[in-house]
């Protein structure tokens, strides 16, 4: 993880959650005071001109790397390489020069033309001064020399302070974030930050060999090693752009099914609303929680394979077009089976009209047998069928649908599910706010 420079919080154009305003305006300016105060602390002055010319070679390699930042996949952030710049700096000239030097070089392209409100740019510079004065003081407690490197000893030093940048500097963002979009610190970090951290610490060693070679051989020796820390950023594009792909292509099967049956628009968005809603009470793991999300949106793609004829039909089925229609769990399998990013994802749809008492299909699973996340979704699926009108039934209301999941509870579903599922709807019907979270439309849906 790096400097997150590109943040935009909530009140200054982004969306937050209700009463987030307030706490993140106060946290920013704790962050903004804090360094402020760090930078009269460690201020540099008189500045030594023997090292200017390092300082304009590592700040325009710093801002280069800013400007090549790749945006974070949530959160409006983005991230960039030029930590190991930042910690070159601290091992070369020390806190203050490389405190003042992360601070003003690290200002972003949006920053300067004023597309970032003052607010943001502040707490932008705050967090990486914070992040730079405690990897400064992390590396000169752990035994670490400003101004010379022993390659034999001095990289234990160096990772220390990486390791304390790292924390604080993701730590001060990720923490804004939590305030501002409601969700758990884990969810942020499993999907902005997890995916860098591997290349990001891999490149730490490169600062070493930068310093080392800055000290004996001058600025201009060091412009080589930045290849490396743009290899490092094309990881980070690539990945991101991976990730961008992956989502369109959900969105694309998702368009498709909804083309082929309008009845279903709607109803995915909400299964994968109620789906992740469920996993999150029960405290799945955060990659979990997520794949619950884009399973939900994908639980019924299947019946892209079913005829028209029995997918568009407004009354009940006969036996041939029912078996027709049961077979749609396993071709939305075998389609999904197909994105290695969806992984066990496609045994949840394959099973999630799987019974608890094993009266379901494909095959006839039964209770612990069934895949959680299939269990998940089945329960999700139901609640929103029922709440939902379809062509030959109205929709039922909260109560009702409550009381039938109750019904069903330990023959059709899950037990423990239905019950979490009944403690979410509790606190949807005593706050009618709380409804606006879940989409709703007024389109119909097919009774499987």
Known sequence: MDSIIGWLPAPFGGQAVNGSSTRLNAYIRACVILGGLLLVVYQPFPLNTQHLPGLAVLGLLIFVSEYLAVPLPRGGGSVSVSSPLIYTAIIVYGIREATWLACVASISISELSARLPLTAFLFNRAAITISTVAGGIAYELSNGQPGSLDLRHGFGPLFVCALTYTAINGGLVLLAMMIQKGKSVTSLWVTNFRWSLPSLLAVTPLAGIMAFVLIRSGPMSIALFFLPLLAARHSFGRYVELRKVFIQTIKALVQTLDAKDPYTRGHSERVAYWASTIARKLNLPEQD????????????????????????????????????????????????????????????????????????????????????????????????????????????????????????????????????????????????????????TSHQYTEI
Not at 343 to 356: C, D, F, I, L, S
Not at 401 to 418: H, N, T, W, Y
């Open 289 to 440: 929680i997520e794949l619950l999300e884009y399973i939900g949106l994908l639980h019924d793609v299947g019946k892209i394979g079913i005829s028209d004829a029995v997918l568009k039909k407004p009354g009940i089925y006969t036996k041939q077009e029912y078996s027709e229609m049961k077979a749609h769990p396993v071709l939305g399998a075998e389609i999904i089976s197909g994105i290695t990013l969806l992984g066990k994802g496609a045994t949840w749809v394959k099973y999630h009209h799987e019974r608890h008492d094993g009266t379901g299909f494909p095959e006839g699973l039964k209770g612990d047998d069934i895949p959680l996340g299939a269990r998940i979704i089945a329960v999700a699926d139901a609640f929103d069928a029922m709440t939902s009108d379809r062509p030959y039934k109205n929709a039922m209301s909260l109560e009702q649908a409550r009381e039938e999941l109750k019904r069903c509870s330990g023959s059709q579903f899950d037990p423990r599910i239905v019950q979490v599922m009944l403690t979410c709807t509790e606190g949807l019907q005593q706050c009618e706010d709380k409804t606006d979270a879940v989409p709703k």
